[in-house]
């Protein structure tokens, strides 16, 4: 049993300073309560990582994290047989060779590891959206009966299964068939009043006025249309920005020779000073 | 809400069937994933409820609009002339100077307190019923809006939250507000919504309510507000566009061995060469030629195909873009990167010489741009034209095109109107379709659609 209630699930990741709203406390519930793996999709910075983090710090798991790219291959994933070191044992002693394919030359992978691991795990599969589609065909045979079948092993079935959260920016769409068997979060960027509370969280040490003209001042300038809106993780950087700068008061001067930090893109800044009537520099 | 079993297995049923109805594709599995769901969770509260279904049911943002919207109907937050929301009417200040005043203060607050919707409840109770045909009363929206009237507490509430008004505090209350009363507005017609389905049933209101989730949206219908929520979809459709061009060109192409280092690597194992290294493949530079109708008969199409060249501008090495009416011009430097592409927009009409009479003419177009840009379109090109096929009667200039389209890698072409009406009237989709393979783009989903069968 990984939380009682959503309520629990928002006391313990708040404990662990991530706030969780009623959709990331309930999907974070049922995922626990139903064995599902989760899937988080949302824009850059949200909090989709760490959310996956925060759940296994609250309940004290094991975090095995599986990085998602172009080119990501079973053998990065699942296990590899140790093929060098397989080739030097049959060059050194030349009567043992039935044992090459045993424990000892098996290099164990994420999704392997977190199948075979004994205590509570979060399994992590982070960026899903990046590996390539034949990826995704592997991920939904193993989340839908945790076993692995290693020809030379048999087969491995989790004992404990893991909590499975997957993480995607919506680059590409997901197939429905791993969507169907997950759980979906969509988490995007906060209202002003959550943000502040993220804000408050993160950053002790701001002054509650500024966390709040920050959140408000973000949204407004997400409510343009801009090619990179600021994300969640931007708006915390540019609170240690104003503290760092010894700052408690945020005027438009300040806003606007600190506005590099959540905007990256110079048409973004041109844009946003124009729309929001900064002092250009 | 009750607990009833028999109502509640009633109630999902209904629920799950308005969902597909919506267009919202639940399947078995995740009809049963949901009434899992529903057995875990306390069903008293309806937040919790709400995010247990769409966890399990809605797998696309495009589709939660539409949910909340029919979650709202099947699972009412009150039921009129129970206590509750008697109690809450009765709360609420009687004269209207009063209920403004309570406005005012609730829109420059959090929209999320539960005290915002109570209020939205019971103003549509004391002004929402207005004769709707003789001896027929119904509920409507406007006269509680026009009774309120939210938007002339605008003033007043910027002084009250402003020290002094202008410059960015302002524009940040400003904003604050919009959102607020937008909210208000919203929870307004929800309540609406609510009475009339407890009047005359649930399933007519749903149905005629449920506005098509916006990657559904005809792309020459949308209307103004959709077309921005539209802008918000181009970016990530142009960076899959991007990544799927670049891995058709890809494929196949693994890197050479390389040599040395294969070798090198080879000492440490007696010699043999146990790890072959690869040469990581050579960057490759995919090539874009989009041409674009930038037409009155599609310009909300074409603003949103304008704004995906943009965005495919970024995610390309080499990119060029031309704009058509019933002449050929190249665009690429109006959209050079970090240019404000509403504005690009803007200057488009003025700047590019895209039109001679006014009216579409494809054959002209393809017989110019292949006279005045000779070489734009080579064997690493990807060919891209985004129209209608509509041409005004004019000669198609079919040779032309099939030699463009023989020049390039690949050639698409998107058009955005309903497949019933190709070919009809000077539609020239078929004759052009038989060149270059047309596939109907009505909306961000087809786009989408398109995107993933380049893969
Ligand atoms: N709900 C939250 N509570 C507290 N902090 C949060 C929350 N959401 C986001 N953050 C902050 O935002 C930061 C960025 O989050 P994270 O790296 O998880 O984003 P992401 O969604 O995984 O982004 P990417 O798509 O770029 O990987 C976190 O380190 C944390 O500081
Ligand atoms: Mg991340």
Redesign the interface.
């Known amino acids: 049993m990984w939380f009682a ?2 309520d629990e699930v928002r006391g313990r990741l708040a404990a662990v300073d991530y706030l969780a709203d ?2 990331i ?3 974070v ?2 995922a626990g ?2 064995g ?1 793996p989760l ?1 988080a ?1 949302g824009p850059a910075g949200v909090g989709k990582t760490q959310l996956a983090k925060a759940v296994a710090e609250a309940t004290g798991a094991r975090l095995i994290r599986l990085q998602c790219y172009e080119g990501l291959d079973e053998a990065r994933a699942l296990y590899e047989w140790n ?2 070191k397989q ?2 044992r049959i ?1 050194a002693d030349d009567g043992a060779w039935d044992d090459i394919f045993s424990e000892e030359f098996l290099l164990e992978r994420p999704l392997l590891k977190a199948i075979r691991s004994d205590e509570p795990t979060v399994l992590l599969i982070d960026e899903t959206d990046k590996a390539d ?1 034949e990826v995704e065909g592997l991920l939904l045979e193993i989340l839908s009966d945790y076993q692995i079948t290693i020809p030379e092993l048999g087969t491995i079935t989790a004992e404990r299964r893991p909590y499975v959260v997957l993480t995607s920016n ?4 997901l197939s ?1 068939a791993l ?2 068997r ?5 988490l ?1 960027y906060p ?3 959550r943000e502040r509370d993220i804000l408050l969280a993160q950053v002790p040490a701001l002054p509650a006025s500024i966390a709040d ?1 920050l959140a ?2 973000v ?2 300038l997400r ?1 343009l ?1 801009l ?1 990179k809106s600021p994300s969640i993780a931007e708006t915390v950087d540019w609170a240690h920005t104003l503290l760092a700068l010894g700052r408690t008061e945020l005027d ?1 001067a300040l ?1 606007g020779e600190t506005l590099g930090v959540v905007l990256k ?3 973004d800044q ?2 946003a000073a124009k ?4 002092p250009s520099r | 809400m009750t607990t009833n079993t028999a109502s509640l297995v009633d109630r999902h049923v209904g629920f799950v069937h308005a969902l597909r109805e919506a267009g919202l594709p639940v399947s078995p599995a995740e009809g049963l994933d949901a009434a899992r769901a529903l057995m875990v969770v306390d069903l008293a509260e309806r937040e919790t409820l709400r995010e247990a279904y769409a966890a399990t049911l809605v797998k696309r943002p495009a589709h939660r609009p539409g949910f909340d919207l029919l979650f709202d109907l099947w699972f009412p937050p009150v039921i009129s002339g129970t206590e509750g929301t008697a109690v809450t009417e009765g709360a609420e200040p009687r004269e209207l100077p009063e209920l403004r005043e309570r406005l005012a203060e609730l829109l420059m607050g959090d929209p999320a307190d539960p005290a915002f919707r109570e209020f939205a409840r019971a103003m549509v109770g004391r002004f929402g019923q207005v004769q709707a045909a003789p001896g027929r009363q119904s509920w409507f929206s406007f006269p509680v809006l026009r009774a309120l009237s939210p938007e002339t507490l605008v003033a007043r509430m910027l002084t009250a939250m402003l020290d002094e008004r202008g410059g960015l505090p302002e524009k940040v209350a400003r904003w604050h507000i919009a959102r607020t009363i937008e909210a208000f507005t919203e929870a307004v017609a929800s309540d609406v919504r609510r009475r009339i389905a407890e009047e005359s049933g649930v399933e007519k209101i749903a149905r005629s309510a449920v506005r098509p989730p916006i990657d559904q949206v005809d792309f020459l219908r949308a209307t103004r507000e959709e077309l921005a929520r539209l802008r918000r979809e181009v970016y990530p459709l142009a960076r899959r566009l991007a990544t799927r061009l670049s891995i058709r060109q890809k494929r196949g192409r693994r890197g050479r061995l390389d040599f040395r280092r294969t070798v090198r690597a080879s000492l440490s194992t007696g010699g043999v060469p146990l790890t072959t290294h690869l040469r990581p493949p050579r960057p490759h530079r995919p090539e874009l030629v989009v041409l674009c109708d930038a037409s009155d008969s599609v310009s909300t199409f074409s603003h949103f195909t304008l704004l995906l060249t943009f965005a495919l501008r970024e995610q390309f090495t080499k990119v060029r873009a031309f704009a058509f009416v019933d002449t050929v011009d190249e665009i690429t430097g109006l959209f050079a990167p970090g240019a404000d592409v509403l504005d690009a927009i803007a200057r488009l009409t003025e700047e590019a010489d895209i039109v001679r009479f006014g009216r579409t003419d494809y054959g002209h177009v393809f017989e110019r741009f292949a006279e005045r840009f000779p070489d734009a379109v080579g064997p690493r090109t990807s060919l891209l034209i985004l129209g209608d096929a509509r041409s005004n009667y004019q000669v198609p200039a079919l040779g032309t095109l099939k030699r463009l389209a023989g020049q390039a890698r690949h050639a698409y072409w998107l058009n955005p109107e309903p497949r019933a009406q190709w070919d009809t009237g000077d539609s020239l989709a078929t004759s052009y379709g038989s060149v270059v393979p047309m596939h109907e783009c009505r909306n961000v989903a087809q786009l989408a659609a398109f995107v993933e069968t380049l893969a």
């Open positions: 209630s959503p009623d959709g406390a309930t999907s519930f049922l309560a139903l599902k899937l999709e093929y060098k080739l030097l060059q589609v919506a680059t590409r769409e429905e969507k169907r997950c759980l979906y979060l969509h995007d209202t002003p009043e003209q408000r001042t949204a407004t409510a249309e090619k438009e806003i893109h110079n048409s041109v844009r729309e929001l009537g900064l």
